[in-house]
């Protein structure tokens, strides 16, 4: 199933919630909340209390973006704020396997993260054990920044990876998607967008309904 994964980070901070409620409305399936921690990204952005706050004005999945070094220390937290999913980089774990253990340990579905350069090898061992992989398609640590053309390649390489090995992992790509690049991201075999420039600059809930417009021109 397609689905739409709208980064409040380009929302409208002031009015957070309503922008929340409004997305949820027109359809978006899960919420993406970027938590960046000034080290291992350049910026900071929100973390716990946030969440937690926006927790009760939405059932959707909250997906935690985890932008932090060593994200381990902070999974009981997380999944305290009202997580559903924590993805977590590859570049920022150590020990990637004991994270991912830890966040499927506390019952939450788990999501490992590439950066654009770093290849999907690093992903040989753990792929069978993960609910998604997150594609980044831009540098992480800001929202508006241009779509990497060759991170197509790398969605479509996974794919394919994932269809040989038998296994139906959810592909998510983040930064830079819109309206007009999606259907090449479907086309390459991803499934989850995030999208926040695209969705919170302007109407959201409008924004929300064209994305899901287009999704239905594939699931019918
Ligand atoms: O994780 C990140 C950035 O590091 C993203 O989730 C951005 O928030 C996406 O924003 P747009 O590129 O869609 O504006
Ligand atoms: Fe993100």
Known sequence: ?????????????????????????????????????????????????????????????FD????????????????????????????????????VNQIKEAGLKVGVALNPATPLSVLDCILPELDMVLIMSVNPGFGGQKFIPYTLTKIRNLRNLCKERGLDTDIQVDGGVTCDNVRELIDAGANVFVAGSAVFK????????????IFEEYEG
């Open 64 to 99: 935690v973006h985890m932008m932090v070094e060593d994200p381990g220390r902070y999974i009981s937290d997380i999944r305290a704020a009202g997580a559903d999913l924590i993805c977590v980089h590859a570049e920022a774990c150590t020990h990637l396997d004991r994270t």
């Open 202 to 213: 302007g109407d959201a809930a409008a924004n929300t309904r064209d994305f899901l417009k």
């Open 1 to 61: 199933m397609l689905k739409l994964a709208p980064s409040i980070l380009a929302a409208d901070f002031k009015n957070l919630g309503q922008q929340v409620i409004d997305v949820s409305l027109a359809g978006a399936q899960y919420i993406h909340l970027d938590v960046m921690d000034g080290a291992f990204v350049p910026s900071i952005s929100f973390g716990m209390p946030v969440i937690s706050s926006l927790r009760s004005c939405t059932d959707r999945v």
